[in-house]
Nanobody, 124 residues
Framework: QLQLVESGGGLVQPGGSLRLSCEAS????????IGWFRQAPGKEREGVSCIRSSGGSTNYIDSKKGRFTISRDNAKNTVYLQMNSLKPEDTGVYYCALDWADGCSPREADFGSWGQGTQVTVSS
């Protein structure tokens, strides 16, 4: 089963930064869009950002603009989510998933190969 693997989460103080990684060992990510999603405690999962194979990106939540940056390194078969100026409301489990159509679909149902998630906790 093709699955992505997230890493890089942890406990960080408000205002701090984290860089999340999304990797695949069984297949290349070069041709597909990769999206980052997050699920806060007691809330539904929501899209954060997505990057296409071309490097073009889509931010699903405008409030994340300027604080979160998505990027990809095809040589390392990895997609990153750089998160700066973190706030307690950014706390949650962060997931990456793959859009086979390389379109950064607005529909979560169009994404697959979900990883297990990585916990991000922003707290003093």
């Amino acid at each position: 089963q093709l699955q992505l693997v997230e890493s890089g989460g942890g406990l960080v103080q408000p205002g701090g930064s984290l860089r999340l990684s999304c990797e695949a060992s069984e297949f290349t990510l070069d041709y597909f869009a990769i999206g980052w999603f997050r699920q806060a405690p007691g809330k539904e999962r929501e899209g954060v950002s997505c990057i296409r194979s071309s490097g073009g990106s889509t931010n699903y939540i405008d409030s994340k603009k300027g604080r979160f940056t998505i990027s990809r390194d095809n040589a390392k078969n990895t997609v990153y989510l750089q998160m700066n100026s973190l706030k307690p409301e950014d706390t949650g489990v962060y997931y990456c998933a793959l859009d086979w159509a390389d379109g950064c679909s607005p529909r979560e149902a169009d994404f697959g190969s979900w990883g297990q998630g990585t916990q991000v906790t922003v707290s003093s």
